[in-house]
């Protein structure tokens, strides 16, 4: 008879925001906006912002040198694998990851994964398969962004809505019942003009010029995002073969409180099973889950053993979704 192969989970986390704050009473004074807009449509009272010579691998670090606080020196030994999931790298190459392996002197390979807002998931997901399969027994998985770099300060559509953040996890094996009990992943390339920035390229496949800083059709993002959150979370506590009943805690992308409360009505869960932190960081994209599960730890509202539900979505359109039972360290 051939056992299953350990499950892979997470066993150590880390978050980091820089200190910088910019508050809503500051944007009114720069922008055609008002904090009383910003909070009723967004949930947003401020965000934190990088510092000038502060980049995406500084914060990555950060939050990589918070989780060894937390969680000892020993924390990174036989790390194998760094990913990063960004979607503003320091640099189109080399990889934000490397930059991260060569700050803790790590023996591993890295590379950067770019899956927009639901990135940390799909680094989750890489990092399930190679721990699962024994390709690498320990992976650093990080959501890294420095978004205000990238933003048009002029576009209050834009503008009051992202910060910048980090948040790094370690995935390895765990005994039985903790870890990734399901992963979601999935992609709808038809909506890409709704939301882009433009790398190298000129320009989407229809012809549509892509943006220089961040561009968003919010409406639509919207719709989309109430939408996938609620089919992947459905789908994603199903193949975990768990019932809505069975979620401790929801743990959803930071980007606008009325999504995360549509998300929550749809699964019918009660607001003290949702985690919001948007309030405090605005939408730092791929950071947004992690740093939203360190704080549901620090308040002390996970215990080992509890069924986490996480899901983002983002440009692509992409979404992801994953069961994860804590514990198991
Ligand atoms: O991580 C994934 C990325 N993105 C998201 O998750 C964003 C998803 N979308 C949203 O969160 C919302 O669509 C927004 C917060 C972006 C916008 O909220 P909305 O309720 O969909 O507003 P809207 O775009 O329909 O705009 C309503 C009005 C417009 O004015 P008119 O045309 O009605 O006169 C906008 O021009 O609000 C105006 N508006 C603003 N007013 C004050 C847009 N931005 C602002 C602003 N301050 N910052």
């Given at each position: 008879?051939?056992?299953?192969?350990?499950?892979?989970?997470?066993?150590?986390?880390?978050?980091?925001?820089?200190?910088?704050?910019?508050?809503?009473?500051?944007?009114?004074?720069?922008?055609?906006?008002?904090?009383?807009?910003?909070?009723?449509?967004?949930?947003?009272r401020?965000?934190?912002?990088?510092?000038?010579?502060?980049?995406?691998?500084?914060?990555?670090?950060?939050?990589?040198?918070?989780?060894?606080?937390?969680?000892?020196?020993?924390?990174?030994?036989?790390?194998?694998?760094?990913?990063?999931?960004?979607?503003?790298?320091?640099?189109?190459?080399?990889?934000?990851?490397?930059?991260?392996?060569?700050?803790?002197g790590?023996?591993?390979?890295?590379?950067?994964?770019?899956?927009?807002?639901?990135?940390?998931?799909?680094?989750?997901?890489?990092?399930?398969?190679?721990?699962?399969?024994?390709?690498?027994?320990?992976?650093?998985?990080?959501?890294?962004?420095?978004?205000t770099?990238?933003?048009?300060?002029?576009?209050?559509?834009?503008?009051?809505?992202?910060?910048?953040?980090?948040?790094?996890?370690?995935?390895?094996?765990?005994?039985?019942?903790?870890?990734?009990?399901?992963?979601?992943?999935?992609?709808?390339?038809?909506?890409?003009?709704?939301?882009?920035?433009?790398?190298?390229g000129?320009?989407?496949?229809?012809?549509?010029?892509?943006?220089?800083?961040?561009?968003m059709?919010?409406?639509?993002?919207?719709?989309?995002?109430?939408?996938?959150m609620?089919?992947?979370?459905?789908?994603?506590?199903?193949?975990a073969?768990?019932?809505?009943?069975d979620?401790?805690?929801l743990?959803?992308?930071?980007?606008?409180?009325?999504?995360?409360?549509?998300?929550?009505?749809?699964?019918?869960?009660?607001?003290?099973?949702?985690?919001?932190?948007?309030?405090?960081?605005?939408?730092?994209?791929?950071a947004s889950?992690?740093l939203?599960?360190?704080?549901?730890?620090?308040?002390?509202?996970?215990?080992?053993g509890?069924?986490?539900?996480?899901?983002?979505?983002?440009?692509?359109?992409?979404?992801?979704?994953?069961?994860?039972?804590?514990?198991?360290?």
């Amino acid at each position: 008879m051939t056992s299953r192969a350990a499950r892979a989970g997470v066993t150590a986390l880390g978050a980091y925001a820089p200190p910088k704050v910019i508050t809503n009473s500051d944007l009114e004074k720069v922008l055609d906006t008002s904090d009383e807009w910003i909070r009723t449509r967004t949930g947003i009272r401020k965000r934190h912002v990088a510092a000038d010579n502060e980049f995406t691998s500084d914060l990555a670090v950060r939050s990589v040198e918070d989780l060894v606080a937390r969680h000892g020196e020993g924390a990174l030994d036989g790390v194998e694998f760094v990913i990063v999931a960004t979607n503003t790298p320091d640099a189109l190459f080399p990889a934000t990851a490397a930059l991260v392996q060569d700050h803790f002197g790590l023996k591993a390979g890295a590379f950067d994964l770019l899956a927009a807002c639901p990135g940390w998931i799909y680094a989750l997901s890489v990092a399930k398969a190679y721990v699962e399969s024994g390709q690498y027994r320990k992976v650093l998985t990080i959501g890294a962004e420095a978004l205000t770099k990238v933003l048009d300060w002029e576009d209050r559509s834009t503008a009051v809505l992202f910060g910048d953040g980090a948040g790094a996890s370690v995935v390895e094996a765990v005994p039985e019942p903790y870890g990734l009990k399901s992963i979601v992943l999935g992609v709808d390339g038809g909506g890409a003009h709704h939301l882009h920035k433009r790398a190298t390229g000129c320009c989407l496949p229809n012809g549509e010029p892509l943006s220089d800083t961040l561009y968003m059709n919010g409406r639509e993002v919207f719709k989309f995002a109430v939408r996938v959150m609620h089919t992947s979370t459905v789908e994603a506590v199903e193949k975990a073969e768990l019932s809505n009943s069975d979620i401790s805690l929801l743990v959803p992308h930071q980007a606008n409180s009325r999504i995360i409360e549509a998300a929550r009505e749809l699964l019918g869960l009660s607001q003290e099973r949702v985690v919001v932190t948007v309030d405090e960081y605005g939408n730092n994209s791929t950071a947004s889950i992690p740093l939203a599960l360190k704080h549901a730890l620090d308040e002390g509202r996970v215990e080992a053993g509890d069924h986490l539900l996480l899901v983002s979505f983002g440009a692509g359109l992409t979404w992801g979704a994953s069961v994860l039972t804590w514990g198991g360290a």
